[in-house]
């Protein structure tokens, strides 16, 4: 059987345009969704910064509140350790010579008590983010340790 090659170039003709045809309407499509997956990932990453920058604002402005009630919570302790410290006074003035010594000793005790947490207070402005955790755990921890030894 004798090949026409007319025949032969036409064919190949028509399906490389046939080919070409859909190629160039695929590439179209592609394009269109690669440019709306382009934007769309402009999008999410953008709400995804706004949110990140939204969440960082939400902790630094609870940081500083928590900063805020720890400084309210020392000076309450403080305040606790001088009106023990007025009653000491008032028993120390009744005492005999031996409960005087003792009473004394603890109002020596409750003095450095006070001293820590002021300590402990002026320290507080300068805390950072990083060591804020282990510094609230200690305060706190002062704090108790004081309620527990000023039981009557």
Same mark, same amino acid.
Request: glycine share 6%; no cysteine; net charge positive.
């Given at each position: 059987m004798k090949k026409n090659p007319l025949a032969t170039i036409l064919l190949l003709s028509f399906g490389l345009i046939t080919w070409t045809g859909c190629t160039d309407n695929q590439r179209d499509k592609t394009d269109d969704t690669l440019a709306q997956t382009e934007e769309e990932a402009q999008e999410g990453f953008q709400e995804a910064k706004e949110d990140l920058n939204a969440s960082t604002k939400n902790l630094q402005s609870n940081w500083q509140e928590e900063k805020a009630e720890m400084k309210i919570k020392i000076n309450k302790a403080i305040d606790d350790l001088d009106r023990k410290m007025e009653d000491i006074?008032? +028993?120390?003035?009744? =005492?005999? =010579?031996? @409960? +005087? @010594?003792?009473?004394? =000793?603890?109002? +020596?005790?409750?003095?450095? @008590?006070?001293? @820590?947490?002021?300590?402990k207070l002026k320290s507080l402005q300068s805390k950072t983010e990083e060591g804020w955790t282990s510094f609230k755990t200690d305060v706190q921890n002062s704090i108790n340790r004081i309620k527990r030894d000023t039981i009557n």
């Open positions: 006074d008032g +028993k120390i003035s009744t =005492a005999t =010579a031996k @409960e +005087k @010594e003792r009473w004394q =000793a603890r109002k +020596k005790e409750l003095r450095e @008590e006070r001293g @820590e947490l002021n300590t």
